[in-house]
């Protein structure tokens, strides 16, 4: 099974200011890597996928890096609406299907 | 636009069953590799099990296989998951999850999820 490990657990930015967020998969998953935002009573919304591709309607401000082993995930210019969970995942391997155990991002 | 509608949720105590259903629409359903992921109550994102397009090939997360299955029924654009020897460590938010063609592994929509509770 591939680990994904996310850091910071917890990140508090203030509003306007870049969010860098990190995951780690304990093995190679070469670009297969998908970002996805969860706000407090809803479902996940994919972000970003194939590293760094955006999902259709993701604005701008959201990139995604890296491969193999290392990722980020990077918020340049934080508006309100993007306080919430992050979770990286990881789909090189289909069974199991791993996830990041998140990155809850806070108003500083 | 896609929507999924999981449904079926409730509280069952342990040892028990229960199936879950999804309905699609707003796209080929049909063309779609399909997930079932869930989370527990304040904790991550946990996948449980994925189906081909035309239900050949299916895998399980190791803590529920063998006591779920997941299934789809493409006329009736709707996916399935059957919770059997339900334990009081299922219990979670069920969501379904739209894939893509070439394999289970982009969950690109959600529907907003089903809770499953398993206590005496």
């Known amino acids: 099974e591939i680990v994904m490990t996310q850091s910071p657990a917890t990140l508090s930015v203030s509003p306007g200011e870049r969010a860098t967020l990190s995951c780690r998969a304990s093995?190679?998953?070469?670009?297969?890597l998908a970002w996805y935002q969860q706000k407090p009573g809803q479902a996940p919304r994919l972000l970003i996928y194939?590293?760094?591709t955006r999902a259709t309607g993701i604005p701008a401000r959201f990139s995604g890096s890296g491969s193999g082993t290392e990722f980020t995930l990077t918020i340049s210019s934080l508006q309100s609406e993007d306080f919430a969970v992050y979770y990286c995942q990881q789909y090189t391997n289909w069974s199991p299907i791993t996830f990041g155990q998140g990155t809850r991002l806070d108003i500083k | 636009e896609v929507q999924l509608v999981e449904s079926g949720g409730d509280l069952v105590q342990p040892g028990g069953s229960l199936r879950l259903s999804c309905a699609a629409s707003g796209f080929t359903f049909s063309t779609s590799w399909m997930n079932w992921v869930r989370q527990a109550p304040g904790r991550g994102l946990e996948w449980v099990a994925n189906i081909k397009q035309d239900g050949s090939e299916k895998y399980y997360v190791d803590s529920v296989r063998g006591r779920f299955t997941i299934s789809r029924d493409n006329a009736q654009n709707s996916l399935y998951l059957q919770m059997n020897s339900l334990r009081a460590e299922d219990t979670a938010v069920y969501y379904c999850?739209?894939?893509?063609?070439?394999?289970?592994?982009?969950?690109?929509?959600w529907g907003q999820g089903t809770l499953v509770a398993v206590s005496s």
């Open positions: 194939g590293a760094f």
């Open positions: 093995q190679s998953v070469s670009s297969n």
């Open positions: 999850a739209r894939a893509g063609v070439s394999g289970p592994g982009i969950n690109y929509h």
